[in-house]
């Protein structure tokens, strides 16, 4: 198992950062393994964090699970308060074409909820 998550790993990351390419909200893929972050940020300047009442990630977590992925949300900053990221961390008996699923479903997930707040930040100034 090791050596599979070893090999597979870099490909796996790649897989999901390209599959969430081109979308604002999200800041940086970033990981190791099959131990994956995904960062969100202000899809309005690309770099500030999301307002907390927002739960963005948290509404990635339920998305997916509507999908039927688990996922699970943090607030990665040392206050705890501030910034949204999603962990994605499959079984590391998964095979190429479950990944494969579980990478789409997830990307759809983080789509639905940058559409939703797109007409929530519409309003709110940067």
Known sequence: LVD??????????????DALKGLPLVHEVRGRG?????????????KSFLPPELRTAGRV?????EHGLITY???PTRDGFAGDQSLFAPPF?????????MVERFAASVRTVASE???KLEARPV
Do not use: K, N
């Open 73 to 75: 949300s943090t607030m």
């Open 4 to 17: 599979h998550v070893r090999e597979r790993g870099p490909r796996l990351r790649d897989q999901l950062a």
């Open 61 to 65: 977590d339920d998305v997916a699970f």
């Open 117 to 119: 707040l797109e007409t």
């Open 34 to 46: 099959f131990l994956l972050g995904v960062e969100y940020v202000d899809p309005r300047d690309g």
């Open 93 to 101: 008996t998964s095979t190429d074409a479950e990944l494969a699923e």
